[in-house]
């Protein structure tokens, strides 16, 4: 277990390091195993770790890995092999190499890595906390309700991504941690999210403007993103449409009615911070991240399912003004290459935040839209269509798209198809793995598409478990019973 002894005990550190500027001061006789109640000797040093545990999730869901998810989606699409994207838009799929020595390793221990870091620096808050050494004074339920929602955060992408994870507590031994299945992981996220959402109902703070970078974060803004994420993940874990169904939607009504009623976009830190959105600019920037043809279709069904073999593919026409304003034509096809396949090129990028990799503007951590479209489709799932579902649809539709609007006399069909159709366009590249989950929880996703990453092949070492991944065909992978094309 060395591997996440080694997290464990270094996400403490790091947050330290990177977000309080107090290294100079750590007085660590080992270095790989410092005393949680020595580091943590003051309430200020306390609010960095969480802060820097925030801000380490946000990296790890905003950071290149982000792209994986997309191509699997067919959201986007590509020939670049840095980092191994080329893979993941192949077709046919191809199994992930989840080997010590490929290239595509990356992705997978940047999310286990960041994930595990957040986790045990917001569980070492909690520690000091509960013990009463470390003296927060008024500022306790500020942090202890940061602290929780950090560890749901975390515990969610886990379940989200990944087959298995262990359920990191605040007394958990190193020794004694078991991996459990994805199902339970989420159990955890959620038991995590709701101890946030009661501090926050229960007391009255306002969290460092470092806790979410740009943005004052008061009791009554943390509850509602506490419930927004909530909502989020609980839709977002279903790897078929079976488990769509079994969600709890009661419950994601419930969450999603209690969540954010604003936009909350952080401040581009740039390049050289970890609040920045790598994949999101990589994407903008455009030579060889393009916009797949089945979203270029879903905008225009005169646009092929296939790129060319040969020329390009008609300009999009669409009544939606959104083919305008979100989207770019490209007069050429950048860094593209034709040998590794014409019928993933594409002439088109997505523009809708603009520059960020170079640093400028505000980067997505939870649209309004999300949440209002996760709480139209719980409405849907459990009342059917109505009126009122309708009026959470058109926010988008009607307003970014200029489209007709949804009146709510629309079949549950229909109008769950107009639902998802402003997910893709509004949320592509919000986050890690949104439009990847919504094709995967509707068995969308093209036949040998991952279902969700093994554990990393450093940490199965090390674990002394052989080496797995999932085979196109096989157990863990889209079996493309419902695949859009």
């Not at 997309?70 to 959201?75: E, P, V």
């Not at 298995?164 to 199902?183: G, H, N, R, W």
């Not at 806790?211 to 008061?218: H, L, R, S």
């Not at 290459?337 to 939870?366: A, C």
Request: proline share 3%; glycine share 8%.
């Amino acid at each position: 277990m060395k591997t996440l002894r080694y997290t464990m005990c270094m996400g403490l550190l790091l947050s330290l390091m990177l977000f309080s500027g107090c290294e100079d001061e750590l007085n660590v006789i080992n270095e790989n195993q410092p005393d949680t109640e020595r580091v943590l000797k003051t309430a200020e040093d306390a609010k960095s770790v969480v802060d820097g545990s925030m801000a380490a999730w946000f990296e790890g869901t905003n950071g290149y890995n982000v792209l994986i998810f997309n191509l699997a989606a067919d959201q986007i699409t590509t020939t670049n092999a840095w980092r191994s994207f080329w893979n993941f838009a192949k077709e046919p799929r191809v199994a992930f190499d989840n080997t010590t020595i490929s290239r595509e390793k990356i992705h997978l221990e940047d999310i286990w890595e960041d994930m595990y870091g957040a986790i045990t620096s917001a569980n070492d808050v909690l520690k000091v906390i509960s013990s009463g050494k470390t003296d927060m004074g008024d500022d306790q339920a500020a942090y202890e309700a940061a602290a929780y929602f950090v560890k749901g955060l975390g515990h969610a992408i886990l379940a989200t991504c990944i087959d298995q994870a262990f359920i990191i507590e605040i007394d958990s031994e190193v020794e004694d941690l078991e991996l459990k299945p994805y199902a339970e992981v989420i159990e955890a996220a959620m038991t995590n999210f709701d101890k946030a959402i009661q501090l926050c109902g229960s007391n009255t703070f306002t969290l460092n403007a470092a806790f979410i970078n740009g943005i004052t974060v008061d009791n009554v803004l943390l509850g509602q993103l506490a419930n927004s994420m909530a909502a989020r993940y609980s839709v977002a874990v279903a790897r078929t449409a079976s488990e769509n169904n079994a969600v709890n939607w009661s419950k994601v009504l419930s969450y999603a009615q209690n969540g954010i009623e604003a936009d909350i976009m952080p401040v581009n830190g740039g390049e050289n911070s970890l609040w920045f959105a790598a994949g999101t600019g990589f994407a903008w920037f455009g030579p060889d991240m393009r916009v797949d043809q089945r979203i270029l279709n879903m905008l225009d069904p005169n646009q092929p399912l296939m790129h060319p073999l040969e020329g390009a593919a008609p300009l999009v026409e669409s009544d939606d003004s959104r083919a305008e304003t979100y989207l770019q034509w490209q007069d050429n096809f950048g860094w593209l290459k034709p040998e590794r396949g014409r019928e993933l090129f594409s002439s088109y990028t997505y523009v809708k935040y603009g520059n960020t990799d170079e640093g400028d503007g505000v980067i997505p951590l939870f649209e309004h839209y999300e949440n209002d479209l996760l709480k139209a489709e719980a409405m849907i799932r459990t009342s059917g269509p109505d009126a009122d579902a309708a009026a959470l649809i058109n926010k988008s539709r009607v307003a970014n798209g200029n489209l007709a609007a949804l009146t709510g006399d629309e079949s549950q069909e229909d109008m769950l198809e107009a639902l998802f159709y402003e997910r893709e366009l509004e949320l592509m590249l919000t986050t890690l793995g949104l439009g990847w989950s919504d094709m995967r929880r509707r068995d969308m996703l093209q036949a040998g598409t991952m279902l969700h990453l093994p554990i990393p092949a450093k940490e199965l070492g090390v674990l002394q478990m052989p080496l797995y991944t999932f085979t196109p065909g096989q157990e863990g992978t889209a079996s493309g019973a419902n695949a859009w094309k």
